[in-house]
């Protein structure tokens, strides 16, 4: 009975829906039969998953141009005092632009192409990837570096070895944040005047394809999830020595 | 490995002042010989050590490894921490993690894993090959560590408080085992601590840090017996003799 | 040194692009040169028009903050305090959760139309996200120490929630509060880009489309004011609070001064 009690919600809130759909008669809110029914079609018939498929292309393209910029700029930063004296002020001067800040100018200049999403949804995402390679670059522990100097290891090397597999759970942090940001700037983009799921939706809206239109929303939060638990299992599988994931020592 | 300071001195800046950590530090440690320097915590030992690791360019003074200049990291060095989870790789196994040093060297993949493999057998961890070493205790970390020291290979230890944060059983373990791998691979260690029994028994000859900037207060040399043992050397009466001859240049180094 | 090169870098980069829009080499129907974003925002007409729209922005931005900050605050305190509550809930949440708040906009426009109250609805929903974690959070990581001296002391459940639980998970909560507050602003702009007739992100959108390169430029600034208002807003509100009642926001010891 426990195990089915997380359930339960779910079912009171279906009901509950169903029970204010038959109630408000009204197209606005179709019940749960109809939207499950929409959402098989839209998937049948390949609508959905392309859409979605396309929104998540964006999103990668724009995490990809900005863990390409953010992460060496952060680490960067985080290690060398010069760069952050250097580059602090300006930083601080754009952070406080809101992350769809840059879709206006950006429409105009690069059409909405893939260097549209590269430019918005990777600067969205920059800022959050960018923080977290600073954190991580300023908590390297100085020991860690130290011994390796020590033992003979030139700078290559510690970069390589020591510097990138240390900084990596705060990376994985950094990714994690930056995740549902690229995500949504991607469908807003989409939205104001590009493909995708974000254009599929509002298209349905206005077309007063209703039950289709919430099936889009939740394909479109299932993606979400499915990018999120994606990176968790990548997170678990590569970074199980971080503190997080660490065993308690058998006593000897 | 011989190591010769000579008139060390180190500043720090700060925004508006100058700091003098360290001044006219002198003093040699020769080939095969096991020194410890003793002072409190904050006496800017660790500074020091760094110096002669170069890792650090002192402001004055300088640093000759086998009469030759010290400049940057020397191959044949190998430095030992008090915070040992800080300075193993977590995302490296045991025997990943001795490997380290010996990647640096040219020599075949093979050696290079017999050779850890034999230090790693050395310190009484030849079954935790395949562990990380968050699964490990405190002291088989420091093992590990040792390990990593001695596999690559160097002449000069240098060893910044490694027991200080074990457990008092734990810690007479690894000293008993430090002296073992000295007296068998013939290097130099340098050795910092705060404890002074601990740098009676394990050293030939002790060095008082004291003061601020620190300098160098006292020297005594130790001519107990060796091989040391853990109960009869600590009780002879020569050991008491020392202890008080330390205490009281630590004394005099404090009230400077 | 470095730090005054640091402080002069952003103004160098104006320069820099100034220049190259003087000289040509930045199209500058595309990007408009620096000088003349800041006369379109000095030009009396167009000034009015970023601050009234601005206006517009704020307002909604404080709307779906009170809205989705309130929220998340009860749900999240529930959600704390009754873990049975939280673990029926759970579900649902984990389902609403990762929908991005802008898929969310045409729903809202279906039911609330395209007014203000669209806009409102939208930031609130994607508000209360960030605050109902950092409260339940917040809820669940007070010191159980706290709990039984609050028992020991022979208080109510009642009391103790309101005495003990409530001021210990509030440290926390701000924090959330001050990630919500961000989220309010960038969501409010997405919803006037997609459905709006006025407000910043409408304004950018259109000057944008009608070739009005400097307006949409110094509307993208504006954003980044607005956004700058509400943070300073906050931080001050925030030290207001922290000096009248020292300790109640969290304390953060700083280097040999008392709290």
Known sequence: MTRLRPLIGLLAAALLWEAASRAAGTRAMPTPGEIASAFVDLVLNGTLLRALGLTLGHTTLGLGAAISLGVPLGLWMGCSRTARALLTPTMELVRPLPPPALIPPAMLLLGFGPAMYVTVVGFAACFPLLLAA???????????????????????????????????????????????????????????????????????????????????????????????????????????????????PPQP | MRLQAQDLGMDYRRTNATVAVLDNISFTLADGEFLSLLGPSGAGKTTLLRCLAGLEQPTRGVARIDGRPLCGATPGMAMVFQDYAATLFPWRTVLGNVLFGLECRNMPGSERKDRAR??????????????????????????????????????????????????????????????????????????????????????????????????????????????????????????????????????????? | MIAQVGRLFPLGLLLVWESLCRLGVIDARFVPAPSAILACLVTPGSAGDLLDQMGHTLLRTLGGFVLGGAAGLGLGLTCGVCRRFDKALLPLLEILRPIPSVAIIPVAILFLGLGNGMNVAVAAFACAWPVFVAVRDAVRAVDPLLCDTARICGLTQGRAFRLVVLPASLPGAVTGLHTALGIAVAVAISSEMVASSDGLGHLAITASFSHREPLAWAAVLAMGLAGGICSLVFSFLRRLVERSRPGLLGVQYRKGKRP
């Open chain 2, 118 to 256: 034999a230090a790693l057998a050395d310190v009484g961890l030849a079954d935790f090959t395949a562990h990380h070493p968050w699964e490990l205790s405190g002291g088989m970390q420091q093992r590990v560590a040792l390990a990593r020291a001695v596999a690559s290979g160097a002449r000069l230890l240098l060893m910044d408080e490694p027991f200080a944060s074990v457990d008092a059983l734990t810690r007479i373990e690894l000293e008993d085992l430090l002296l073992r791998l000295w007296s068998e691979r013939g290097a130099s260690v340098l050795f910092v601590t705060h404890d002074v029994d601990e740098a009676i028994y394990l050293s030939d000859r002790v060095l008082v840090l004291g003061g601020s900037p620190a300098r160098i207060v006292g020297a005594v040399s130790v001519s107990l017996a060796r091989p040391r043992e853990q109960l009869r050397t600590r009780g002879e009466s020569a050991f008491a003799t020392l202890r008080s001859e330390l205490f009281s240049l630590l004394n005099k180094g404090t009230a400077v």
């Open chain 1, 134 to 248: 600073m954190d991580a670059g300023r908590a390297m522990p100085a020991p860690l570096l130290d011994t390796a100097r020590s033992l003979g290891a030139g700078r290559l090397r510690i970069a390589t070895r020591v510097i990138a597999p240390a900084c990596l759970p705060g990376l994985a942090t950094g990714l994690r944040t930056a995740l549902p940001v690229a995500l949504i700037v991607a469908v807003l983009t989409e939205m104001v005047g590009g493909d995708g799921a974000g254009r599929l939706i509002l298209r349905l809206q206005r077309t007063w394809r209703i039950p289709e239109m919430y099936a889009c929303v939740i394909g479109l939060g299932l993606a979400g999830w499915a990018l999120a638990a994606g990176l968790s299992f990548l997170e678990r599988r590569i970074l199980f020595w971080a503190p997080a994931y660490q065993r308690l």
